[in-house]
């Protein structure tokens, strides 16, 4: 196996920044012919994936606001193993957005994910069991989310 991951944040203003995260994985099986095991695409290894948010943020000593749009992409993955009936995965892409507000001991977040209500399911997200093939899980449409945080 080989892959890699990157990620960073630039800072555009004091308040206005810009990050991205980039990972790949890739894996083959090492032939073997006196045990049968041919040079094929190792299984259950995930796509190319990216993100890029944009976020604004206003920070005091005791309270602060953010707020973000983030992309996400994931490539399709077609290096698969057909040996056990894994199947490719078509690409995707997903916009989420995330706002929050952090007063003294308390931090609450709201999000939304999915905002265009894409339908897709992620490479590795499947339910199996040994006897049959799996069967892919898809990822929910929109989804509206609040966390609520106090720390002392």
Sequence with gaps: MTGGEIEGTFSLTDRLALSGALDA???RQIEDAAA????????????????????????????GMFGE??????????????????????AYSVVN???GAT???????VGLTNLLNRTYAEHLSYQRDPFRSGTKVYEPGRNVFVNTIVAF
């Design 97 to 99: 957005l995330r706002a």
């Design 69 to 90: 749009v983030e992309a996400a992409h994931a490539a399709s993955q077609t290096r698969v193993d057909g040996a056990v009936r894994e199947t490719p995965t078509p």
């Design 103 to 109: 007063y003294r001991v308390l931090r609450v977040v």
């Design 25 to 27: 994985v890739r894996g």
């Design 36 to 63: 049968g095991v041919p040079g094929a695409n190792l299984a259950e290894i995930p796509p190319v994936r990216s993100r890029l948010a944009l976020r604004y943020d206003v920070r005091s000593q005791r309270s």
